[in-house]
Protein backbone atom coordinates (compact mmCIF):
# COMPACT_ATOMS: atom_id res chain seq x y z
CA UNK A 1 0.00 0.00 0.00
CA UNK A 2 1.53 3.81 -0.82
CA UNK A 3 -0.16 6.77 0.71
CA UNK A 4 0.15 9.90 0.90
CA UNK A 5 -1.50 13.27 2.38
CA UNK A 6 -2.15 16.44 -0.39
CA UNK A 7 -3.43 19.88 0.26
CA UNK A 8 -6.16 21.49 -1.34
CA UNK A 9 -6.47 25.27 -0.84
CA UNK A 10 -9.98 26.80 -1.04
CA UNK A 11 -11.24 30.29 -1.96
CA UNK A 12 -14.21 29.51 -0.22
CA UNK A 13 -17.41 28.02 -1.01
CA UNK A 14 -17.04 25.95 -3.87
CA UNK A 15 -15.55 22.52 -6.08
CA UNK A 16 -11.88 22.28 -6.52
CA UNK A 17 -10.92 19.69 -8.97
CA UNK A 18 -8.02 17.31 -7.37
CA UNK A 19 -7.96 14.65 -9.78
CA UNK A 20 -4.73 15.87 -12.22
CA UNK A 21 -2.86 15.41 -8.15
CA UNK A 22 -3.86 12.19 -7.48
CA UNK A 23 -2.99 11.12 -11.37
CA UNK A 24 0.73 12.48 -10.86
CA UNK A 25 0.68 11.07 -7.38
CA UNK A 26 -0.28 7.67 -9.32
CA UNK A 27 2.27 7.79 -11.91
CA UNK A 28 5.03 9.07 -9.27
CA UNK A 29 4.73 5.49 -7.51
CA UNK A 30 4.35 3.90 -10.36
CA UNK A 31 1.09 2.44 -9.49
CA UNK A 32 0.01 -0.47 -11.40
CA UNK A 33 -3.71 -1.44 -11.06
CA UNK A 34 -6.19 -1.51 -7.34
CA UNK A 35 -7.83 0.99 -6.00
CA UNK A 36 -8.00 5.21 -4.63
CA UNK A 37 -8.96 5.42 -2.00
CA UNK A 38 -9.07 9.14 -0.81
CA UNK A 39 -10.28 10.89 2.72
CA UNK A 40 -10.92 14.11 3.43
CA UNK A 41 -9.50 15.14 7.16
CA UNK A 42 -12.50 17.57 7.65
CA UNK A 43 -15.81 17.55 8.88
CA UNK A 44 -16.98 20.98 6.85
CA UNK A 45 -15.68 20.06 3.34
CA UNK A 46 -16.67 16.32 1.24
CA UNK A 47 -15.45 14.40 -1.92
CA UNK A 48 -17.56 14.25 -4.46
CA UNK A 49 -16.85 12.62 -8.25
CA UNK A 50 -18.36 15.10 -10.85
CA UNK A 51 -18.42 16.57 -13.95
CA UNK A 52 -16.94 19.07 -13.46
CA UNK A 53 -16.07 20.80 -17.17
CA UNK A 54 -18.98 23.41 -16.75
CA UNK A 55 -18.94 25.52 -14.35
CA UNK A 56 -22.57 26.15 -14.44
CA UNK A 57 -22.87 23.10 -13.10
CA UNK A 58 -21.70 23.23 -10.09
CA UNK A 59 -22.68 26.82 -9.37
CA UNK A 60 -26.21 24.75 -9.29
CA UNK A 61 -25.19 22.35 -7.25
CA UNK A 62 -23.72 24.74 -4.74
CA UNK A 63 -27.20 26.72 -4.66
CA UNK A 64 -28.52 23.62 -4.45
CA UNK A 65 -27.12 22.70 -0.87
CA UNK A 66 -27.62 25.86 0.18
CA UNK A 67 -31.26 25.56 0.19
CA UNK A 68 -31.37 22.07 1.71
CA UNK A 69 -29.09 23.46 4.30
CA UNK A 70 -29.53 26.80 4.40
CA UNK A 71 -27.87 29.38 7.20
CA UNK A 72 -29.49 31.25 9.49
CA UNK A 73 -31.72 28.13 10.39
CA UNK A 74 -31.66 28.08 13.93
CA UNK A 75 -28.95 25.38 14.74
CA UNK A 76 -28.49 24.84 18.30
CA UNK A 77 -24.49 24.30 16.82
CA UNK A 78 -24.03 28.36 16.02
CA UNK A 79 -21.30 29.37 17.48
CA UNK A 80 -18.47 28.63 15.41
CA UNK A 81 -19.94 30.90 12.42
CA UNK A 82 -23.52 31.18 10.66
CA UNK A 83 -22.03 28.95 7.77
CA UNK A 84 -20.64 26.09 9.94
CA UNK A 85 -23.92 24.12 11.26
CA UNK A 86 -24.75 23.73 7.23
CA UNK A 87 -21.23 22.53 6.38
CA UNK A 88 -21.27 19.78 8.88
CA UNK A 89 -24.89 18.97 7.34
CA UNK A 90 -23.37 18.81 3.78
CA UNK A 91 -20.47 17.18 4.31
CA UNK A 92 -22.85 14.29 5.71
CA UNK A 93 -24.80 14.04 3.25
CA UNK A 94 -22.08 14.34 0.42
CA UNK A 95 -19.30 11.99 2.34
CA UNK A 96 -15.84 11.88 3.87
CA UNK A 97 -14.34 9.16 0.80
CA UNK A 98 -14.16 8.49 -2.44
CA UNK A 99 -12.44 4.95 -3.97
CA UNK A 100 -11.55 4.65 -7.63
CA UNK A 101 -10.43 1.77 -9.84
CA UNK A 102 -6.89 2.25 -11.45
CA UNK A 103 -6.39 0.19 -14.56
CA UNK A 104 -2.70 0.50 -15.32
CA UNK A 105 -1.84 3.61 -13.31
CA UNK A 106 -4.87 5.74 -14.39
CA UNK A 107 -7.88 6.57 -12.75
CA UNK A 108 -10.63 4.57 -14.36
CA UNK A 109 -13.33 7.63 -14.30
CA UNK A 110 -16.52 8.17 -16.52
CA UNK A 111 -15.01 10.50 -19.63
CA UNK A 112 -16.70 13.61 -17.91
CA UNK A 113 -16.01 12.58 -14.13
CA UNK A 114 -13.15 14.12 -11.86
CA UNK A 115 -12.41 14.32 -8.32
CA UNK A 116 -13.19 16.89 -6.14
CA UNK A 117 -13.36 18.78 -3.42
CA UNK A 118 -16.61 20.31 -2.25
CA UNK A 119 -15.81 23.28 0.43
CA UNK A 120 -18.83 23.93 2.33
CA UNK A 121 -17.49 26.86 4.64
CA UNK A 122 -17.31 30.60 3.56
CA UNK A 123 -13.24 31.98 4.26
CA UNK A 124 -10.16 30.14 2.23
CA UNK A 125 -9.49 26.57 3.89
CA UNK A 126 -6.21 24.46 3.67
CA UNK A 127 -7.56 21.40 3.41
CA UNK A 128 -6.12 18.01 4.12
CA UNK A 129 -6.75 15.21 1.72
CA UNK A 130 -5.50 11.74 2.21
CA UNK A 131 -5.17 9.26 -0.71
CA UNK A 132 -4.18 4.87 -0.35
CA UNK A 133 -3.46 2.98 -3.31
CA UNK A 134 -4.30 -0.55 -2.57
CA UNK A 135 -2.77 -2.49 -5.78
CA UNK A 136 -5.36 -5.52 -6.99
Do not use: C
Amino acid sequence: MHHIEIRVPTQGRGLYEFTEMASAWLHEIDAGSGLLNALIRHTTASLVLLGGADQALRDDLVAFFDRLAPEGAGYSHANVGADDMPSHIKAVLTGATLTVPVIDGALRLGPLQGLFLFEHRHPPQQRQIGLAFLAG
